[in-house]
């Protein structure tokens, strides 16, 4: 243990440090109790309501015919299923197939829209705050993609 002239631990101010740089990870990886984190109001109302109701079908038309997939990103596309093994499958396979991959398509949509965001920030405002919130965001939901894909 080092002291330095106002006989304070190095060490210890080490500790601190490196404890308040790891404090994000920290919360991800569970083992510290996280802050309350808030957002506008009216925004948390919106989100909770389309999580429970969804999106009117105007809505999820009119929204998501915004959001064309980038031509240099093939990942941004629904896969479609072989038909040949689509159609030698049992009934309750091919209900699932479809139901995840309409899950899917949705996913992608808002992931395609995050991604133009996150492109255009990240083009103009480096090392920023909302940069990094969006890049874990996008990976997160690309994230959320793969896992889908190997369930």
């Known amino acids: 243990m080092v002291n330095d002239n106002n006989g ?7 500790a601190h ?4 740089e790891l404090k994000y990870f920290v919360n991800l990886a569970g083992t510290d109790t996280p802050e309350e984190v808030l957002i506008d109001e009216n925004i948390a109302t919106d989100i909770d309501k389309v999580s429970t109701d969804g999106l009117s079908k105007e809505m999820h038309k009119q929204v998501a015919s ?4 980038p031509s240099n990103c093939k990942c941004l596309n629904v896969v479609s299923c072989n038909s040949k093994v689509f159609k030698n499958v049992g009934s309750r396979a091919r209900y699932r197939d479809t139901s995840l991959q309409g899950i899917k398509k949705w996913l992608l ?10 492109d255009k920030l990240a083009k103009t405002l480096r090392e920023d705050e909302v940069v990094e919130q969006l890049s874990g965001g996008v990976a997160l939901l690309a994230n959320a993609l793969h896992r889908q894909d190997v369930f």
């Open 66 to 69: 915004k959001y064309t997939p």
């Open 109 to 118: 949509k808002g992931l395609i829209a995050v991604a133009f965001v996150f």
């Open 8 to 14: 304070a631990s190095q060490t210890s101010d080490m």
């Open 17 to 20: 440090n490196e404890r308040g």
